[in-house]
DNA sequence: CAGCATCCGTGCGGATACTG
DNA sequence: CAGTATCCGCACGGATGCTG
């Protein structure tokens, strides 16, 4: 079926797999269950995971050491997208009895797999981002 | 000064490039200007966008035809992510003057230069969502 | 230290009605 | 057809204070 299309009014422009997994999203109306846009890119595409992911990408810290990575976090936010990539299996929290105690996160195995389409998508974004920036100046610029 | 860390305690585990980015846009206290993730991501990663350009991957279509393809977009937002997505440079807006008018959108080349890494991310999405699944149900069994 | 509880403002996004 | 304008609910996320 690859490269098989028979006639050409319609369109295998850009990327045929991404379209082919959109017919199918939307035959399925879209339900979470069946789209991984909806269900796995909304809990990531909030405003702290992916920095948060990256920022674990050097090794475990501390909860203390992760609000320090992130200088404008507040402790209600980190605690929250700590216990969403928690739940969604992408860190393992780890309790150490100390006195007073700490909290140790890492990287699970599933949570590491994301480094690298994650890492793929941050090089297109430094790569494009003069490009944006022109575009942005443009489209203002035009009354936009 | 890749793989030739000298101590032990700190540690080059998981992505060191993403670590050495993530080191740099901390150093620039996450200004949305030198950290694409801040960016870009928050652009794209709101509700609608990644769909749109998904959308559009398949070749140009005209603001009902993706109003049909998304079916629970409103007229509002479809018309706000465009207006946002053309701004990024990502989609071209051409109008026609027929009568009634129609306007057709297309990806710009750099909006399909995303459509890769985006992929990727989509690829991985559906790769890991079965196990993401059972992480949270195991995470909501064990009460958290 | 590592949270949780509470309060609260803002903005995203939906619904509806109107226009060139 | 392809929007714009307006209203509005609600969830995201910040600030502060308290606890084991």
């Known amino acids: 079926m690859r490269q098989g299309n028979s006639e050409g009014t319609e369109l295998p422009a850009g990327r045929p797999d991404l379209a082919e ?10 339900d979470p269950a069946h789209c991984p846009v909806r269900s796995v890119l909304d809990q990531v595409g909030d405003k702290w995971s992916m920095l948060i992911l ?22 209600r936010m980190l605690t929250q997208t700590l216990r969403g990539l928690e739940r969604d299996g992408f860190v393992e929290r780890e309790v150490f009895a100390t006195k007073p ?4 996160y890492r990287l699970s195995d599933l949570g590491s797999t994301l480094l690298d389409p994650l890492a793929q998508l941050v090089r297109w974004a430094e790569r494009s981002h003069p490009a944006i920036r022109s575009a942005q100046t443009r489209f203002d610029a035009a009354g936009g």
Request: hydrophobic share 50%; charged share 20%.
């Open 54 to 75: 990256i920022a674990l990408a050097a090794g475990p810290r501390r909860f203390s050491a992760l609000a320090r990575l992130l200088p404008d976090i507040s402790k």
């Open 101 to 104: 105690p700490s909290v140790e």
């Open 21 to 30: 997994r959109f017919a199918y999203w939307q035959s399925q109306l879209f």
